[in-house]
């Protein structure tokens, strides 16, 4: 996946895979680069390769999988992964892995074009409203 290194060098051995609010491995630049998303455009390269969607599931990680059930995680990845998805549109980055694997779940069992749409406009709201991660 295509994206703009906002965080230090070797930060997921220094911290938790998630964010934090005020986290230190961000970088100067990466904390503005991610308060106006822009760290996500290279992202537009992989919808275009067919890798990712616009609106999906975020891509996880291996270690991500202990979140789930092995059902859950064989139906999380029945879909591409996509540069936004429910949980960025309804709670940004203030969420729990718990809440964001029900959001994730929710979001395959349900998806259309009708809520890919309002996943859209939701996430336009957030980045233009609380600006970025």
Not at 115 to 122: E, F, P, R, S, T
Request: hydrophobic share 30%; glycine share 6%.
């Amino acid at each position: 996946m295509y994206k703009f290194r906002s965080m230090k060098c070797n930060a997921s051995e220094v911290g938790p895979y998630f964010t934090q609010q005020n986290d230190p491995r961000i970088t100067r630049v990466g904390r503005v680069i991610r308060r106006t998303s822009i760290d996500e455009l290279p992202q537009l390269i992989n919808v275009l390769l067919g890798d990712m969607s616009i609106v999906g599931p975020r891509p996880d990680v291996p270690v991500q999988e202990k979140n789930y059930t092995p059902d859950e995680w064989q139906l999380r990845n029945s879909v591409k992964p996509g540069i936004t998805g429910l949980a960025q549109a309804t709670v940004r980055s203030n969420t729990t892995p718990e809440e964001r694997t029900r959001l994730d779940l929710e979001y395959v069992k349900t998806h259309n074009i009708y809520l890919d749409l309002k996943i859209i406009a939701m996430t336009v709201k957030q980045v233009i409203s609380k600006g970025g991660n």
